[in-house]
């Protein structure tokens, strides 16, 4: 089993739409949490972290569940610019980070 | 200018040559990283540093070594390279002060093809 697993997509949604992604972890004692963006081939950039209370940052609203051991991202009225894979990274007290396969996202018109 | 550079962005070469792929960074971050991608799978970490005299494996180590010459600068080699290798390659870095809300910071990546 994957340290970080998520839902590999694609998931495909209209414009207006509103889209969420899950990733379970493994290792109870990881202690951060992000959500990471990639754009086709490009690196990696952060997209936000999650807080245990949760928290939004405009149409984006992150969730941690440490009991179930999952994080979750929800995208509301998206955009054609939302379009990207999506990765969930957990970190350890080691300072280590473990990624998530992705999961990818496409907003039609 | 970019704050974590990595030269080159693109190489091919064939089985059994030695590659060094090089990054900078001007972010003044103490740990820096090495991750690999392959299509449809999510970065895996080779080698990391959180600092000049500190060197760790990672999940994926084999055949692959590491050198940190400096705060500023960490170089991936692969000794020799097999068609395996082949991958999208990410150099990060990070700061150590604010470790349990420490993000990453990514190069553009070095796309490498082994013959």
């Known amino acids: 089993r994957k340290e970080v697993e998520q839902d590999p997509g694609p998931f495909n949604v209209p414009e207006g739409a509103t889209v969420a992604f899950n990733c379970t972890y493994s290792?109870?004692?990881?202690?951060?949490f992000f959500w990471y963006r990639q754009d086709c081939r490009k690196e990696p950039k952060l997209l936000m972290s999650v807080y245990s209370s949760g928290n939004e940052d405009g149409r984006f609203t992150a969730q941690l569940n440490r009991a179930s051991q999952y994080i979750s991202l929800l995208i509301r009225d998206s955009k054609l610019s939302d379009s990207a894979t999506y990765l969930c990274v957990v970190n350890t007290n080691a300072g280590k980070s473990t990624f998530g396969d992705g999961t990818t996202l496409t907003v039609k018109p | 200018d970019a704050d974590v550079t990595q030269t080159p962005r693109n190489r091919i070469t064939k089985t059994g040559k030695r590659i060094m792929l090089e990054c900078s960074q001007t972010k003044g971050h103490d740990r820096m990283y090495w991750y690999r991608q392959d299509p449809g799978l999510g970065l895996r970490l080779i080698y990391y540093?959180?600092?000049?005299?500190?060197?760790n494996k990672g999940e994926i180590s084999d055949g692959y070594s590491v050198s940190r010459q400096a705060q500023a600068k960490f170089s991936l080699s692969l000794e020799s390279a097999i068609p395996n290798q082949t991958a999208l390659y990410f150099c990060?870095?990070?700061?150590?002060?604010?470790?349990?809300?420490?993000?990453?910071?990514f190069g553009p990546g070095t796309r490498l093809l082994v013959l």
């Open positions: 290792n109870s004692a990881s202690q951060s």
């Open positions: 540093s959180f600092d000049v005299k500190d060197i």
């Open positions: 990060a870095t990070s700061d150590s002060t604010v470790w349990d809300r420490e993000t990453q910071y």
